[in-house]
T-cell receptor, first 115, second 113 residues
Framework: GAGVSQTPSNKVTEKGKYVELRCDPISGHTALYWYRQSLGQGPEFLIYFQGTGAADDSGLPNDRFFAVRPEGSVSTLKIQRTERGDSAVYLC?????????????FGQGTRLTVV | TQLLEQSPQFLSIQEGENLTVYCNSSSVFSSLQWYRQEPGEGPVLLVTVVTGGEVKKLKRLTFQFGDARKDSSLHITAAQPGDTGLYLCAGAGSGAGSYQLTFGKGTKLSVIP
């Protein structure tokens, strides 16, 4: 596709369950970012990939959160033992090279609701 | 921890009015970006300012980066209903942290026809 694609668009899960959120970046973009946007807040940095490796995962809130990008393209954000406080919109972005040298393009996000 | 404060948080104005949105921090940023976000969508980049004192214009939108690179403003002239949305400023750090954006909470703008 032409833009960053995130699936699913919406995910409702029960507290304690495991979820996976998928991001398909723009083809050829080496940099990929995950952000989390809670209601009424701006996006908050989670993790940055350059190629296959996580260059910076300092924004992941705790060890229940993990992300992979095994082939340097699609990325999956994994959340174990979900909690109600994990409810938010999870945004993925990609750029040709790292920000701020090139524009980052955001997907539409996955709205996660933990009940 | 770098923080960006945006004001006002909410703004409702009549079509044709002018407005200014502010983005302030005590930290210096290597660059600052302004995004617009529609409901159910991701943020879309409007502009990046890099040099202290820099002014950029995008049609009816004027962006300014403060001399000390700690603050920025977005001015909209003759607002249109199509300008309605959430405006976010985001600062990039320097060096190894330059890829990491720190976002403000946003200004929710409503332009009434």
């Amino acid at each position: 596709g032409a833009g960053v694609s995130q699936t699913p668009s919406n995910k409702v899960t029960e507290k304690g369950k495991y979820v996976e959120l998928r991001c398909d970046p723009i083809s050829g973009h080496t940099a990929l970012y995950w952000y989390r946007q809670s209601l009424g807040q701006g996006p908050e940095f989670l993790i940055y990939f350059q190629g296959t490796g996580a260059a910076d995962d300092s924004g992941l809130p705790n060890d229940r959160f993990f992300a992979v990008r095994p082939e340097g393209s699609v990325s999956t954000l994994k959340i174990q033992r979900t909690e109600r406080g994990d409810s938010a919109v999870y945004l993925c972005a990609s750029s040709l090279i790292g920000i701020p040298n090139t524009e980052a393009f955001f997907g539409q996000g996955t709205r996660l609701t933990v009940v | 921890t770098q923080l960006l404060e945006q004001s006002p948080q909410f703004l409702s104005i009549q079509e044709g009015e002018n407005l200014t949105v502010y983005c302030n921090s005590s930290s210096v940023f290597s660059s600052l970006q302004w995004y617009r976000q529609e409901p159910g969508e991701g943020p879309v980049l409007l502009v990046t300012v890099v040099t202290g004192g820099e002014v950029k214009k995008l049609k009816r939108l004027t962006f300014q980066f403060g001399d000390a690179r700690k603050d920025s403003s977005l001015h909209i002239t003759a607002a249109q209903p199509g300008d309605t949305g959430l405006y976010l400023c985001a600062g990039a750090g320097s060096g190894a942290g330059s890829y990491q954006l720190t976002f403000g909470k946003g200004t929710k703008l409503s332009v009434i026809p």
